[in-house]
Nanobody, 129 residues
Framework: QLQLVESGGGLVQPGGSLRLSCLAS????????IGWFRQAPGKEREGVSC????????DYGDSVKGRFTISRDKAKAMVYLQMNSLKPEDTAVYYC??????????????????????WGQGTHVTVSS
């Protein structure tokens, strides 16, 4: 059964760091682009980052570039989002999503939200003093 499970959310002070994890249970990451999205209260969901099925390409939203880093451990079927220099505006529910692709490959930009096939339940991140 294909399932995405996020973890690692919590409360952190401004300027702090968190690492989110996405367990892609039942997935071979060679055949999936994995994306991170977030949705703040009262706002639309926005793309945060993504990593290609080869692991060789990554992309980031403008609001997180230079602060967030996506990575993966293919053997563990885990995708991580390291979030540094957190700001109150980073407060949101963070979701990981998977897009099925024919095999290992790269991209120039992240797929759009509607292209993803599978979604996790989300993990809450609150940045507040």
């Amino acid at each position: 059964q294909l399932q995405l499970v996020e973890s690692g959310g919590g409360l952190v002070q401004p300027g702090g760091s968190l690492r989110l994890s996405c367990l892609a249970s039942g997935f071979s990451l060679d055949y999936y682009v994995i994306g991170w999205f977030r949705q703040a209260p009262g706002k639309e969901r926005e793309g945060v980052s993504c990593i290609s099925s080869s692991g060789g390409s990554t992309d980031y939203g403008d609001s997180v570039k230079g602060r967030f880093t996506i990575s993966r451990d293919k053997a563990k079927a885990m995708v991580y989002l390291q979030m540094n220099s957190l700001k109150p505006e980073d407060t949101a529910v963070y979701y990981c999503a998977a897009l099925s692709v024919p095999g290992p490959g790269d991209f120039e930009t992240c797929p759009t939200e509607r292209e993803y096939d599978y979604w996790g339940q989300g993990t809450h991140v609150t940045v507040s003093s």
